[in-house]
């Protein structure tokens, strides 16, 4: 069992900065893949970045790339998501999640055993 509490979210001006984290608790977190999600109202929740457990291989979604940042700290089992550069489009809940079995479908969101309770991230224009 892992629990997941994600931090860092907040109000921030168009091309400001926020760096959330999500702290897990239990144990073997360097094995777990690793994932950031968020949702906006009325839309689906949808991938942002994620960090494989092996080699920390990270992937992102193509409207986040080059902005946000995804690593983890295995020491401290917290992974975080640098987001640079927002825009009010990147307004909605994130969500930390943890993949126990990764098989490469890091995009997808049914492949994530444990998920935290989310934070709000709003970016004015």
């Known amino acids: 069992q892992v629990q997941l509490v994600e931090s860092g979210g907040g109000l921030v001006q168009a091309g400001g900065s926020l760096r959330l984290s999500c702290a897990a608790s239990?144990?073997?977190?360097?094995?777990?893949?690793m994932g950031w999600f968020r949702q906006a109202p009325g839309k689906e929740r949808e991938f942002v970045a994620a960090?494989?457990?092996?080699?920390?291989?990270?992937y992102y979604r193509d409207s986040v790339k080059g902005r946000f940042t995804i690593s983890r700290d295995n020491a401290k089992n917290t992974v975080f998501l640098q987001m640079n550069s927002l825009k009010p489009e990147d307004t909605a809940v994130y969500f930390c999640a943890a993949d126990w079995n990764y098989s490469g479908d890091y995009w997808w969101k049914g492949a994530y055993d444990y998920w935290g309770q989310g934070t709000q991230v709003t970016v004015s224009s």
């Open positions: 960090i494989t457990w092996s080699h920390s291989t990270t």
């Open positions: 239990g144990r073997a977190f360097s094995s777990y893949t």
